[in-house]
């Protein structure tokens, strides 16, 4: 498998456009398979969820579609019976546009909570978007659904499968309100790959346990999150049915590597950031404790703020992961920054190698590595800093 940065998939084209939800930049965007895809999903765990993922999710039972719409700016998020109504309408107008049925169309927003939709905006929006569609038009989709994003995700991925190569794309939007089970966050893979929807369901969700839900900017759940793959089957390979079909171990590690890059860029362009932040936890009791171990250095103030100032301050580490409760051997255990020992055996490394660490934590993507002497277990979470401007920029979100 190679991770590339092309974004053509045959037989899927997209676009985005400005419809008028936003002041001036692409405010809506289109994905669709010019022929019948296999589709799978997954969705935010929130018991607040927006219209766009109940019309999801039902429409995700059937395993097939053709196309996604998005909107950027308001999430039609607590608007009732009105917020269902403008999503069918969504999924309607783009059917109309593409020549397919509603239900093959799956709907996504993000945005503001509880306004309404522009729907005169997206009336005279959807059918512009569907004539814009282009081969190569990911790249204007990813634009498209941003919000507080400083930039597009987007990656490509290609493998051979029965000798055949297969192509898997996908783009992504996310910058604060994450913490998976999903992070707001949507992503969009589409891949030419012919795959049975049960299989494709299962690679999903292994996937996205993997990447999607190891990610966390601060330690919010949105109602939004949505995460679809749309396969059409172009490669013309032999039909994946299960993980014992030859090839499928090549599409996993295809659809592993770009939403891993996805999720790296959701973690790097967290809302304020100036750091990707890598935490890796080992030598835990199980693997539920590395988890939470991991995920309280990554959802922590003290120690994102910590990495932001440069201070190398394991301290702060050792304290989240007390007020967790988490099962650790001091005597054996060892902390990390930036490739640096600072803590190890039950005390710090010394003065000389705080300064070391503090030097590391000048760099653009930091490692904290934690390993609690408790087991054999480990966990890895991505985030990143916390900063002055997530303040700024969610004290005055709608204002």
Known sequence: MTVVRGLRVPGFRAAGIHCGIKERDPDLALVASDDPAVVAGV???SSVVGAPVEWCRARARSGRGRAVVVNSGISNVGMGARGRRDAAEMARLAGRALGCKTRDVFVASTGVIGEPLPMAALRRGIPRVSDALRADGLGDAAEAIRTTDRFAKT?????????RPVRVAGIAKGSGMIEPDMATMLAFVVSDVAVA?????RALRRVADETFNCLTIDGETSTSDTVLVLANGRAGNALLRSERSPGAARFIDALGGICES????LARDGEGATKLITVDVTGARTAAEADRAARRIANSPLVKTAIFGQDANWGRILQTLGAGRVTIRLERA???????????RGASTGPAARRRAQARLAAPEISIQVHLGAGRARARIWTCDLTYDYVRINAEYTT
């Open 43 to 45: 969705f935010t765990r």
């Open 155 to 163: 990656a490509s991925a290609t493998a051979r499968i029965g000798g």
């Open 262 to 265: 996805l999720t790296r860029d």
């Open 334 to 344: 060892e902390v990390e920054l930036g490739g640096v020992g600072v803590f190890r």
């Open 197 to 201: 929807p049960p299989f494709l369901r």
